[in-house]
Each structure stands twice: as C-alpha cells, then as structure tokens.
C-alpha cells in the first residue's frame, strides 16, 4: 500500500481539478483548527474526507463553502486562485454544500424547498407570481432524472424519510449547476436501508459529471462510492490515499486509531 499525499500523487492526465487546496491552515487565535491540509476534486470522482469528531472536517468544509477564509496556503477553483468570502460567492463558483442538518421548511411541499430562495416567476408588474407549476413539473422531473420517483411532489418535505430529504437537496444542487457538490455527514443519523439510498444518489451525481466531497466518519459509507480518501486528524493530514491503494481493512484501521489501538489492545490484555 502507498500513501500518496495530493502534492505527489499523479494527476489525471488532461485533467485539471475543480477545486484543489494545497497545505491550507486555519487558525482561531492561538487554536489549531486545520493545519497544512491539501485537498484535489475532480470532475466524475468522489472525494472522502474522514475523521474523528474534532479532526477538523468542520472546518474544511466551512472554508471550501465561502464561510471560513484560509489563513494560509492556497485555494484554487478550477486553476484559478479563490478567496471566497461568504457562501453566494462559493455558489456563483459551482460549490454548493448540503449539511447534515438540512436547511428545509418541513411543512412546506417538496417543490417549495426545492426552489427555496430560487423561485421563478410569470407575468409582469402588478400580474408578477410565483411559477408554480413550472416548478412543480421541474422538481418532478430533476428528481426523477437522478432516480428519485416521488409520488407528490406537494407533500410537506417533513413527511419524507432523511434519506429522501438528503436526494432532494443533491437533485437541487445538479439542477442549480454545481459542479462540485460538498456533503456533510449525509449518512450520519441513517439507518443502513437509507443510508444506501443516499449513497445511490451521492453515485448518481458523481456520475453527472460533478466532483464531490463527502465529509464522513464512517470508512465502510466511503470505500464504498469514493475514489479518494483524505484522513483528517487533530487538523491535520493523517493521510491521503486513491482508491487502489488502499483496502478497506486498512481504511478500517486507520480511522479506528492504527498502531494506536493495538497499542491499547496490549495495555488491556496486561
């Protein structure tokens, strides 16, 4: 097994990434909350970004959404430097981010939340309304193009289990244009039949051509649909890895603390 880290590890020939962090740190006073940590997306891939609760993630996720500058190291989005400063501006730029606790309305109909702040309208002047049935037949549709066949898209968004909640907001973020889709924990308050629904639609959207980054703490959720692997740790880089060199048993044991657990594995046999 190789670890490859991003500035080493070989570029797609002819490609270039759609968003790429190199040795970028974030600080809160004298407070390391990320440290020299390098990141690649690429079009058609998904991205795994893993670690503990306090591993930094958060924080990564907060800078590559516009809510958060970097203190140090750079930012590019597709070659061209970033230095976003609030999440309309990681929109205008192809980033959109669905976090775990998803920004809905739960009474509101499914078509509603997903045009929430992006709504069309018809007519003119004083005749000026919403486009509701354009919106309704296009929530329809866009769901349906990523596999999600929702019987009513005018029931509450509430009465929708998580993991249909979280495919509506992935089906927005493609129709919307992103380009690269940031995911929050999606699976994190799943049981396993849902989280694999979501994960089905994580698939569906790398295979629309988007670059992804899914934030997890849960190795078997990753290995299954990532290509890329990038261990956070304390706010720094335990490691990076592509798909093909690493076994899920090793991704299992890095997460699970590596040499540290067998460490304490022959403490508590003593």
């Given at each position: 097994?190789?670890?490859?880290?991003?500035?080493?590890?070989?570029?797609?020939?002819?490609?270039?990434?759609?968003?790429?962090?190199?040795?970028?740190?974030?600080?809160?006073?004298?407070?390391?909350?990320?440290?020299?940590?390098?990141?690649?997306?690429?079009a058609?891939?998904?991205?795994?970004?893993?670690?503990?609760?306090?591993?930094?993630?958060?924080?990564?996720?907060?800078?590559?959404?516009?809510?958060?500058?970097?203190?140090?190291?750079?930012?590019?989005?597709?070659?061209?430097?970033?230095?976003?400063?609030?999440?309309?501006?990681?929109?205008?730029?192809?980033?959109?981010?669905?976090?775990?606790?998803?920004?809905?309305?739960?009474?509101?109909?499914?078509?509603r939340?997903?045009?929430?702040g992006?709504?069309?309208?018809?007519?003119?002047?004083?005749?000026?309304?919403?486009?509701?049935p354009?919106?309704?037949?296009?929530?329809?549709?866009?769901?349906?193009?990523?596999?999600?066949?929702?019987?009513?898209?005018?029931?509450?968004?509430?009465?929708?289990?998580?993991?249909e909640?979280?495919?509506?907001?992935?089906?927005?973020a493609?129709?919307?244009?992103?380009?690269?889709?940031?995911?929050?924990?999606?699976?994190?308050?799943?049981?396993?039949?849902?989280?694999?629904?979501?994960?089905?639609?994580?698939?569906?959207?790398?295979?629309?051509?988007?670059g992804?980054?899914?934030?997890?703490?849960?190795?078997?959720?990753?290995?299954?649909v990532?290509d890329?692997?990038?261990?956070?740790?304390?706010?720094?880089?335990?490691?990076?890895?592509?798909?093909?060199?690493?076994?899920?048993?090793?991704?299992?044991?890095?997460?699970?603390?590596?040499?540290?657990?067998?460490?304490?594995?022959?403490?508590?046999?003593?």
């Amino acid at each position: 097994m190789t670890d490859t880290t991003p500035e080493t590890a070989p570029a797609d020939p002819g490609t270039e990434p759609l968003v790429e962090l190199s040795e970028v740190s974030k600080f809160y006073g004298n407070i390391r909350a990320l440290e020299d940590v390098s990141l690649r997306v690429h079009a058609g891939e998904i991205t795994c970004v893993l670690g503990d609760n306090g591993a930094g993630k958060s924080t990564l996720i907060k800078i590559i959404a516009g809510l958060h500058r970097h203190d140090t190291g750079t930012f590019h989005i597709q070659g061209a430097p970033a230095d976003l400063g609030s999440p309309r501006e990681a929109l205008d730029r192809g980033i959109a981010t669905v976090y775990q606790d998803l920004a809905v309305v739960p009474l509101m109909p499914v078509w509603r939340n997903f045009f929430l702040g992006s709504e069309p309208s018809t007519g003119r002047g004083p005749f000026r309304r919403l486009d509701v049935p354009y919106m309704r037949r296009t929530t329809h549709s866009e769901l349906l193009r990523m596999g999600i066949d929702l019987r009513d898209v005018d029931q509450p968004i509430g009465t929708l289990s998580g993991g249909e909640r979280q495919s509506v907001a992935i089906a927005r973020a493609v129709h919307f244009g992103a380009k690269v889709l940031v995911l929050d924990e999606p699976t994190a308050a799943l049981g396993v039949k849902q989280s694999g629904v979501v994960l089905k639609y994580v698939a569906a959207a790398r295979d629309a051509g988007l670059g992804v980054v899914l934030i997890t703490h849960n190795p078997h959720h990753a290995y299954l649909v990532g290509d890329r692997f990038v261990l956070l740790k304390r706010g720094a880089m335990a490691g990076a890895y592509e798909k093909a060199d690493l076994e899920l048993d090793e991704l299992v044991r890095q997460m699970a603390g590596g040499s540290e657990l067998e460490e304490l594995s022959h403490e508590l046999e003593r």
